[in-house]
């Protein structure tokens, strides 16, 4: 019962997000503030992470290929097709889940344990729509240029690797990210990753914008936010592959 | 003016404000008084629509409050101001942006005048060269000051405050009492003070009503507090040693 009413008080909530903002100039410049603070602040991350993905995907496809008849321009088109179709859009949408997900539940709580919640209420401004949307519409922009930035850097990091470590040529590499390439992939992937923008904003920000308390509520706000997002990206990505995959 | 009739309040199923009837007068200051959870904070939280209330009416100069959309509430508060507990200050906007904000949303003024306006605000408080400041960077009374001067920038009709003198020492808190009185009468604003603190009582109470476990137990001016004969009342005022020492003197 208490999930039931939960998914109805998200919903009643997000009724008052996507509602008609007092004044769309300071929305404008919300959002483009949340996609500093949410975005460019996450590329870095998104680098890091895409490169040592895509190193170790290619790492390990080799150490698994013993077999002399499968060609080793494999090894790159095997890279290239787990960053676009899984890694770069829900590996990376989880990771923001925990590093975007925990700063807004802990943000929006904050503000409502100190009241300035309260004290934009009582100004006469609709609290949650100011304070949500532009962060959903910032990283429904931005996430996808992560994605993108995370398939190029992910399957440069293989590029890197199998160089490196001599475990493939550089000519088999690239003519295997080249090989049989579906750009309906990147399209699955963008779709997927502003469906998970969508969840990694709405439901933190839905856990700190009802939270009751202290600092300490605050702190498990931001934990059943993120856990919370991280399980349902898993979920949306069954259901997304089901749709646009089978 | 406000008005409230019959206002009830539960909290799982727990009545914390019993059938309160006030009128609370325009151009005054009204000071809420009463025990910690005794029921104020909710009554003035009811007042302005924070709290959903279960049966009575509130009326904002005969303007039903209950009855209205909330796009009409959303309109009716740009005509109230707030000074909350803790300040209640955006943490992430300095100063001078903190009190221009509610000009920024709602006015169509030009960033001279929204200057100007703020200046004449920070003036109003006594506060001077603290535009650029963090709220952080505030000691708690100027923190307060700030507060005022972002719940008045709009020319409230209504002024709410909880609790102004919490945390901040005796003398601080006279400096806000009498600012918050000194607006209220120059702006001619209806000002419902929410406060525990007897010293507030005597210096700014021009209409004090006494909330005793959700009941409105009295209702007064400052004047006549020491005199009242209700026992609630009495035990709140006279409960340090101090006052109980000064009415042995009287």
Known sequence: MKIIEQIGKYFVLMNRVFS???????????????????????????????????????????????????????????????????????????????????NIASEIGHMRITEQIDALEIMGVNSACYLILPKII??????????LISMFVGVFGGWAASVITGALTSTDYIYGIQYWFVPFYITYSLVKTVVFAIIITSVPAFFGYYVKGGALEVGHSSTKGVVTSSVLILLFNVILTQLMLA | MIKIEHLNKKFYDVPVLKDISITFQEGKTNLVIGKSGSGKTVLVKSIIGLHKIDSGNILFHDRDFVSMSVRQKQELRREMGMLFQGGALFDSLTVEENIKFPLEMFTKMSTKEKRKRVDFCLQRVNLHDVNNLYPAELSGGMQKRVAIARAIVQNPKYLFCDEPNSGLDPITAIVIDNLISDITHEFNITTIVNTHDMNSVMEIGEKVVFIHEGEKSWEGTKDDVLSSDDKYLNDFVFASNLAKRIKEKM
């Open chain 1, 20 to 102: 008609k903002p007092e004044k769309n100039r300071i929305y404008y410049k919300q959002v483009l503030i949340e996609i500093e603070s949410l975005g460019i602040n996450s590329i870095g991350i998104v680098i890091i992470i895409s490169i040592f993905m895509g190193a170790v995907i290619t790492l390990q496809t080799r150490y698994n290929l013993e077999n002399p008849l499968i060609p080793l321009y494999l090894i790159g088109l095997t890279a290239r097709d787990s960053m676009l179709l899984e890694f770069s859009s829900t590996i990376v949408g989880l990771i923001l889940a925990g590093k975007v997900g925990s």
């Open chain 1, 138 to 147: 910032a990283t429904v922009i931005f996430n996808p240029i992560l994605t």
